[in-house]
T-cell receptor
Framework: GNSVTQMEGPVTLSEEAFLTINCTYT??????LFWYVQYPGEGLQLLLK?????DKGSNKGFEATYRKETTSFHLEKGSVQVSDSAVYFC?????????????FGAGTRLAVHP | DTAVSQTPKYLVTQMGNDKSIKCEQN?????MYWYKQDSKKFLKIMFS???????INETVPNRFSPKSPDKAHLNLHINSLELGDSAVYFC???????????FGDGTRLSIL
């Protein structure tokens, strides 16, 4: 079936460290891929997306590249800030009965310390 | 000017009761969704409506009944609440079913 696997958290980093959160997917067909972020007490916000192989999504210093050969969409940021502390969800979107359905990974909590 | 708003934000009630959660979006989107997020943060879709019509209905107990009076509203009614229903429920909307989704802030449901 279709699924998304993320690295388990929590990920704990010092400010200005380099961040990688791994995400791999299994899908029948050609999904669109997303990263969503959830800050404490809030809903999910779209962080970035990529709709086809080799596309790179980027936003707020975060980026992820759609790698079809490794079925991956790893999230990276060169220098994290305390304000980046949140839960990050990788997701894929595939047609289902004529409509697209969003399937989420389990989420990875990031904690950034000063 | 909240885009997707849910009420209430917190809901504490006893087992066996019936409760409703309301969701409204002012984005002019055609598609709306309900998700359940469990205590481990795992997020799973429950329902999706497009222009007031049900398009996705995952394996959800029939105690859960979504209602869409118009395309800007998707309410969730839950009968005979059980302990396992305790979770955070998120409403979301998108321009159509292929576009990124915009989420509300969630409703934390606690069953005593």
């Amino acid at each position: 079936g279709n699924s998304v696997t993320q690295m388990e958290g929590p990920v704990t980093l010092s400010e200005e460290a380099f961040l990688t959160i791994n995400c791999t997917y299994t899908a029948t067909g050609y999904p669109s891929l997303f990263w969503y972020v959830q800050y404490p007490g809030e809903g999910l916000q779209l962080l970035l997306k990529a709709t086809k192989a080799d596309d790179k999504g980027s936003n707020k210093g975060f980026e992820a590249t759609y790698r079809k050969e490794t079925t991956s969409f790893h999230l990276e940021k060169g220098s994290v800030q305390v304000s980046d502390s949140a839960v990050y969800f990788c997701a894929l979107s595939l047609p289902s009965g004529g409509y697209n359905k969003l399937i989420f990974g389990a989420g990875t909590r990031l904690a950034v310390h000063p | 000017d909240t885009a997707v708003s849910q009420t209430p934000k917190y809901l504490v009630t006893q087992m066996g009761n019936d409760k409703s959660i309301k969701c409204e979006q002012n984005l002019g989107h055609d598609t709306m969704y309900w998700y359940k997020q469990d205590s481990k943060k795992f997020l799973k879709i429950m329902f999706s409506y497009n222009n007031k019509e049900l398009i996705i209905n995952e394996t959800v107990p029939n105690r859960f009944s979504p209602k869409s009076p118009d395309k800007a509203h998707l309410n969730l009614h839950i009968n005979s609440l059980e302990l396992g229903d305790s979770a955070v429920y998120f409403c979301a909307s998108s321009q159509d079913a292929a576009q990124p989704q915009h989420f509300g802030d969630g409703t934390r449901l606690s069953i005593l």
